[in-house]
Nanobody, 125 residues
Framework: QLQLVESGGELVQPGDSLRLSCVASGRLFDHYAMAWFRRSPGQGREEVAAISWGGGSTKYADSAKGRFTISRDNAKNTLYLQMNNLKPEETGVYYC???????WGNGAPGMYEDWGQGTQVIVSS
């Protein structure tokens, strides 16, 4: 089991960039595929991006392609999400999630066993 702590969320203007971080404590971080989910006001959790155990494979929601980049540093037990050209509709709480399973990146929150508490991102002028 991993304990996950997100950081980096803040109030930004439309078009700004932001990098989120998720630090994992626990053993064998590189045995887990990871993902970032967003929960916008009044909506369920949406998978924004996911990355494989070693970082060699990534998946993105259509809305994130070309603007968001997910990455990980297994030596630091840290997951990142670089978000560029942010839009107001991307306001929400961003969560990192971890799974040892093979269903990572399919969009289903239930595929992930471990979750952080989330970090708030507000995109507003």
């Amino acid at each position: 089991q991993l304990q996950l702590v997100e950081s980096g969320g803040e109030l930004v203007q439309p078009g700004d960039s932001l990098r989120l971080s998720c630090v994992a404590s626990g053993r064998l971080f590189d045995h887990y595929a990871m993902a970032w989910f967003r929960r916008s006001p009044g909506q369920g959790r949406e998978e924004v991006a996911a990355i494989s155990w070693g970082g060699g494979s990534t998946k993105y929601a259509d809305s994130a392609k070309g603007r968001f980049t997910i990455s990980r540093d297994n030596a630091k037990n840290t997951l990142y999400l670089q978000m560029n050209n942010l839009k107001p509709e991307e306001t929400g709480v961003y969560y990192c999630a971890a799974t040892k399973g093979n269903g990572w990146g399919n969009g289903a929150p239930g595929m992930y066993e471990d979750w952080g508490q989330g970090t708030q991102v507000i995109v507003s002028s």
